[in-house]
């Protein structure tokens, strides 16, 4: 058998060596090595409590096991690994005991295959990256309430679109509460990924149908953080639920995003004008000197659909795969674990970009009733007036029409020609953004008490989340 090999003793000749290369999962795998490590320790907790090792090997296992991680977190590991041509980080953590501890080392892979040791080290790392997810989607949700509550405060106004084209006035405030709301349910979303990942420890379940070494499941499984060991080997080393559910967690947080960059790139477009991104933050350009470029939130935007395609791959692996291991669910833990890297990366990354946006209230106020925004208003004011929606709705229209060939805004003039169309003596009606924003009525409006409600809403459910973290 070659050391970079736990397999070789029934095969008369090696094997090609372009095909382990081809096979190697290592670089892929690097990032599990330290919960590969703790993996490892929990199978040492089993041995010994099942009595299949002494205390002594115990020992010299976990003293192996500290080293190793060690040299994990200083990177000596990952070379040593790449010098042997491992075919992936659990092998190669098990050659690198068996290097340090040759006699004891040689029990640690008693009653494990590597397909509980993959099941369950990559639990580990989800569970462990579903609360990163929850921390940046929690740090984001509160950097932008905290801007929320500020413009609440400041009453600024925003032109608020559908299909980009001038809908109705808002409070800035309101859409900074509208672009929080997806990351608390992101937070949600990962803590709910995180209970999933740490309910039934894999570990103990060996290559498909358990073990007839005792092993003590119950304690490697507490060790580790687990609910209770799993319930059925062949289920536990076949299945990739939990790096799905977290990398699906973070494909959804970084799309929430994404909406999110793409609406303040075009903000920051002078022809908007609406914010101002950070030095710390915009780009210049290497031949235009002026520039001022959002690159971070254009990245943060692109790198939704790369997500995207790395966890639309990671379910297509699955697809007909039959029960049990294949080597197919390599490429599926290849590519969560693709998603579940970039998807931290970009998720900090937004944080950092949206944390170095300052609004340009000014620019925002001055065009937030424009396109005949006021118009829902002045029909609903009719509607209240006793008119039916569609009297209303033509009514309205036709003064928008007259008021747009006369280039004008719609006015008291305006109003008048209304009342005396329907037959009242007077008619009132919002004529500029912050009238139409504090006529609103209904719960979940833009409304200034509406949208402070919300904002208390959110901030206690924010902080609820942190508290469980
Ligand atoms: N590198 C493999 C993976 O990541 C390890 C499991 C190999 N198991 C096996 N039966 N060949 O999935």
Redesign the pocket.
Same mark, same amino acid.
């Given at each position: 058998m070659s050391a970079s090999l736990q397999w070789g003793g029934r095969f008369a000749a090696p094997p090609d060596a372009a095909l382990i290369a081809f096979? /190697? /999962?290592l670089e892929?795998?690097l990032p599990l090595a330290p919960f590969d490590v703790r993996c490892s320790l929990a199978h040492v907790e089993a041995l010994e409590g099942g009595g299949a090792i002494g205390a002594q090997y115990a020992d010299a296992l976990r003293a192996a096991l500290a080293q190793v991680a060690d040299e994990v977190r200083d990177g000596s590991f990952a070379a040593w690994a790449r010098a042997l041509g491992a075919?992936?980080v659990?092998?190669a953590i098990d050659a690198r005991v068996r290097e340090l501890a040759p006699e004891a080392g040689a029990y640690l892979h008693a009653g494990r /295959?590597?397909?509980d040791?993959?099941a369950t080290t990559l639990a580990l790392y989800a569970r462990d990256r579903a609360e990163r997810g929850a921390r940046h989607a929690l740090a984001i949700a509160r950097t932008l309430c905290s801007a929320a509550n500020d413009e609440a405060a400041a009453g600024t106004l925003l032109a608020a679109t559908t299909h980009w084209q001038p809908a109705q006035p808002v409070l800035l405030a309101f859409w900074l509460a509208a672009a929080t709301e997806p990351f608390v349910r992101a937070a949600q979303r990962f803590t709910a990924a995180r209970k999933a990942a740490s309910a039934t420890c894999p570990l103990g379940s060996a290559?498909v149908a358990g073990s007839t070494i005792p092993l003590a499941r119950e304690r490697s499984a507490a060790f580790l953080g687990f609910a209770a060991p799993s319930r059925n080997a062949m289920d536990a080393i076949g299945t990739r639920d939990a790096a799905l559910d977290v990398a699906h967690a973070f494909v959804r947080a970084v799309l929430d995003a994404s909406r999110v960059a793409e609406e303040i790139v075009l903000w920051a477009a002078p022809a908007f004008g609406y914010v101002r991104i950070g030095d710390a933050t915009a780009t210049g350009s290497s031949l235009m000197p002026q520039k001022r470029n959002p690159d971070a939130l254009e990245l943060v935007r692109g790198g939704a659909s790369e997500l995207v395609g790395l966890y639309g791959g990671a379910l297509s692996s699955l697809a007909g795969l039959a029960l049990s291991?294949h080597?197919d669910?390599?490429q599926t833990?290849?590519l969560c674990v693709l998603a579940i890297e970039r998807g931290v990366a970009i998720l900090d990354a937004f944080a950092r970009a949206i944390a170095d946006v300052t609004f340009v209230r000014e620019a925002m106020n001055a065009r937030a009733a424009d396109g005949y925004a006021v118009a829902t208003d002045i029909a609903d004011a009719l509607i209240l007036r006793g008119c039916s929606a569609r009297e209303a709705h033509a009514l309205v229209g036709e003064r928008v029409r007259r008021a747009e060939e006369e280039g004008r805004a719609l006015d008291t003039g305006d109003l008048a020609a209304l009342a005396s169309a329907i037959g009242v003596p007077a008619l009132e009606a919002p004529l500029d953004a912050a009238a139409s924003v504090s006529a609103k009525a209904t719960v979940g409006s833009t409304s200034p008490d509406a949208v402070r409600a919300s904002l208390a809403e959110l901030a206690s459910e924010i902080a609820a989340l942190e508290a469980r973290l």
């Open positions: 096979g /190697s /999962s892929d795998d075919e992936d659990h092998g /295959s590597r397909n040791q993959v290559a291991y080597r669910l390599q833990k290849r």
